[in-house]
Every structure is written in structure tokens, then in C-alpha cells.
């Protein structure tokens, strides 16, 4: 079944505790990207990236990192959290010639 | 960037066509339309999208202005499980060839029994 998968669903955590959130699609997408959800500000890009070793900020990429290695995986990296990075985080990926998003199940991240 | 407008929610009764609608009064003739909705907390899932002739598929019908202006998204026997986030989206296309979708804040559709 064509799907995005992240993990953890569901993370709390405390300030400063470096975390790693996985994504990983198995549709041989070139395209994907992070994306956070607010009440009230809908989703927001992190970071993106068109293909392996090729990675981008997107609207909000302070206090995060990424990485693209493999195409298959792109993990967001949280450095040091802190209490304003508690969210709903969402991965997507598409294929090359498409608009197409196929968004992963999200994570939901609470920073203490 | 094109903006979008959708009304923040909409009602509709179980059985009946929903009819979404979404103004894109600045968008550019190589722009299209997408729509995508999501179910509380889930991940957003794709509907449909369109350039200027009206689409259907076995989710819905979008209908496009002849001067693109605005769109609307109709799910022809709505059900409980339609009721959703649905967000009207204008395809960005950057200079380097890639392109991404920015998600308003989109309008909540209640169905109702």
C-alpha cells in the first residue's frame, strides 16, 4: 500500500531534550516536506526537499533541522525543543509531474 | 501568490450536494486549483484539482469560472465521514521548477443527519 508513515505518533518531551521525528514514504517520491499545524494558522511549511542531498527552509524553519540521505526518509530534527514547538507535524511527499501530496498519519508534539 | 477566500464553515444535511465554494480573484493563467480536505487531526488527504475545464472523479466535482476567478467544490451525496477542513489551494510555482501548496485556513463542513 502506497503510504507515508512518521513516527512517534504521539511525543511529549521537556525543554532542550533533542528529539528525531521519522518520515518515511515508500512511493519513490522525489519531493518531500514538513509541515506544522496551529489552531488558528493552518499548516505551515518547515523545510522541503526536491531530492536527496537537497533540502530547503520553508515559511517557518527556525529551530529545526532535517535531513534527506536516503529518498525514502526525511527526519525532522528538533535540536533543542522548546514549548513553542508543541504541534501537529505532518510529512508529505509527491512524485515528480504531479501536485499531489500524500500526507503521513502526523505526530503530535508536546515540549514542556 | 494567488490567495484564496473560502467562507470559514458550512452546514449540510447527510444525503444532499455540499457545494464549497472559493474565490481566487489574482490567480495566473498557468495556476490551477487544487482542493484537499482534512479529518480532525488526520493528515490531509487529496480531492481533486483543475486548470480551467470543470473536473469530476469519484470524490467530486470541482466547476471553474470561465475567467478562473473563483471555483467550486461539490460532493454530490455528502455523509457524516465528509464532514472535514476543506481547503482551496492555487498552485505556486517557484522559479527553480518546484512547486508547493500553501494551506489557508479553509472551511470546516459539518454534515449533519
Known amino acids: 500500500e502506497a503510504q507515508v508513515t512518521q513516527n512517534p505518533r504521539y511525543l511529549i518531551t521537556v525543554t532542550g531534550k533533542k528529539l528525531t521525528v521519522t518520515c518515511s514514504q515508500n512511493?519513490?517520491?522525489?519531493?518531500m516536506s514538513w509541515y506544522r499545524q496551529d489552531p488558528g494558522l493552518g499548516l505551515r511549511q518547515i523545510y522541503y526537499?526536491?531530492?536527496?542531498?537537497?533540502?530547503d527552509k520553508g515559511d517557518v524553519p527556525e529551530g529545526y533541522k532535517v535531513s534527506r540521505k536516503e529518498k525514502r526518509n526525511f527526519p525532522l530534527i528538533l535540536e533543542s525543543p522548546s514549548p513553542n514547538q508543541t504541534s501537529l507535524y505532518f510529512c508529505?511527499?509527491?512524485?515528480?509531474?504531479?501536485?499531489?501530496?500524500?500526507f503521513g498519519p502526523g505526530t503530535r508534539l508536546t515540549v514542556l | 501568490d494567488a490567495k484564496t477566500t473560502q467562507p470559514p464553515s458550512m452546514d449540510c444535511a447527510e444525503g444532499r450536494a455540499a457545494n464549497l465554494p472559493c474565490n481566487h480573484s489574482?490567480?495566473?493563467?498557468?495556476?490551477?486549483v487544487y482542493w484537499y480536505r482534512q479529518i480532525h487531526s488526520q493528515g490531509p488527504q487529496y480531492i481533486i484539482h483543475?486548470?480551467?475545464n470543470n473536473e469530476t472523479n469519484e470524490m467530486a466535482s470541482l466547476i471553474i469560472t470561465e475567467d478562473r476567478k473563483s471555483s467550486t467544490l461539490i460532493l454530490p451525496h455528502a455523509t457524516l465521514r465528509d464532514t472535514a477542513v476543506y481547503y482551496c489551494?492555487?498552485?505556486?510555482?517557484?522559479?527553480?521548477?518546484?512547486?508547493?501548496?500553501?494551506f489557508g485556513k479553509g472551511t470546516m463542513l459539518l454534515v449533519s443527519p
Open positions: 508529505a511527499s509527491r512524485g515528480t509531474g504531479t501536485d499531489t501530496q500524500y
Open positions: 512511493m519513490n517520491h522525489e519531493y
Open positions: 526537499s526536491m531530492n536527496v542531498e537537497v533540502t
Open positions: 489574482t490567480i495566473s493563467g498557468n495556476e490551477y
Open positions: 483543475g486548470l480551467k
Open positions: 489551494i492555487v498552485r505556486v510555482v517557484w522559479d527553480s521548477g518546484y512547486s508547493t501548496l500553501t
